[in-house]
């Protein structure tokens, strides 16, 4: 039997345009096959029908995975009112049918109007929370449906960009700009302004704009990371680092980066610090311009370090 073929070490971000009708998985591993990344991760999945931005981390960046779950999400979602399924967008099986009442521009601005800000929200049925230790989609295969608990989400924004009434040559649908938490559910945003509009409704298009610092516009579909050279594919890596711009920045002496490295916690002069640090804190450390990883700042002015990314790369 051949002996299977070690992958390399790559550390950084690809922003993928993920296409429709792949899963964020499937859609992860062909980017990784691309860079032969030995350990690779999603910040975040998207379903099959929704396309758009998905961050991909590799190496080191996996380790900030979690902190970009955190992340405010922006979308463009098309809906067809008057139409539910059973999971809350197309892909689904059609569960009800109800006939959409005259709706005019001013019904449904002022419907959106209260779903703005601070709102309770229930998760889906056909969504990845564990009940048990099993997936609740897993559950809803079976036929099962389970009670859930409404989560506080917030809706930052929400704008109405197109609405076609039943005379139009594509009836009955809206199209919505949504600026939101972690956590949101389109699919049951949508549901829930249908079924305030008094008809119900499903997702038919999904599209993620932004996650975080991050936009579609920068970007790249699998077919353009497949066209690059090998140099050019990893000059697209964005660094690990840069998602945690928001954290205070330290820069640490040869012999406090020793210190740290070994796990150990160290002195630290705030009067030096580039932000001001008032309160316990998650900091950035930094020796000679090297990303070393995350630590903790006490009330003492004392640095413990928290998360090391020891990272050396074999990319070309």
């Not at 690990?240 to 020793?258: I, R």
């Not at 311009?289 to 074999?314: C, H, Q, W, Y």
């Amino acid at each position: 039997m051949a002996k299977r073929k070690s992958g390399i070490n790559v550390h950084g971000i690809i922003l993928l345009d993920k296409r429709l009708g792949v899963s964020s998985n499937k859609a992860l591993q062909e980017v990784r096959r691309l860079f032969n990344a030995n350990k690779a991760g999603h910040t975040g999945s998207l379903d099959p029908l929704a396309t758009g931005l998905l961050p991909l981390c590799f190496g080191g960046a996996t380790k900030v995975s979690a902190l970009m779950l955190d992340d405010d999400k922006r979308y463009q979602v098309v809906a067809q009112l008057g139409v539910m399924t059973d999971t809350g967008d197309a892909e689904g099986q059609i569960i009800e049918t109800k006939p959409v009442p005259e709706l005019s521009l001013s019904d449904i601005h002022h419907c959106l109007d209260g779903f703005k800000g601070e709102i309770d929200q229930v998760p889906p049925m056909y969504s990845a929370l564990k009940l048990n230790g099993r997936k609740l989609y897993e559950l809803a295969r079976e036929g099962q449906v389970v009670e859930r608990k409404a989560r506080r989400i917030t809706i930052y924004d929400l704008v109405l960009l197109g609405f076609n009434g039943s005379n139009s040559e594509a009836p009955n649908q809206f199209k919505l700009d949504v600026s939101c938490s972690k956590g949101t559910y389109i699919r049951s945003l949508v549901e829930d302004i249908g079924h305030q509009l008094g008809c119900g409704a499903t997702v038919t298009e999904l599209r993620r704009i932004e996650a975080g610092q991050f936009s579609i516009d920068q970007a790249y579909t699998l077919e353009q990371l497949t066209a690059m050279s090998e140099l050019e594919i990893h000059l697209a890596l964005i660094d690990v680092d840069k998602p945690l711009e928001y954290l205070p920045l330290v820069m640490l002496s040869n012999q406090q980066a020793t210190a740290i490295n070994y796990g150990q916690s160290i002195d630290f002069d705030m009067s030096i610090i580039q932000e001001l640090i008032t309160t316990q804190a998650t900091v950035r450390m930094y020796h000679d311009d090297v990303f070393l990883g995350l630590g903790e700042m006490g009330l003492d002015g004392r640095i413990a370090p928290k998360k090391l990314f020891n990272m050396t790369t074999s990319i070309i």
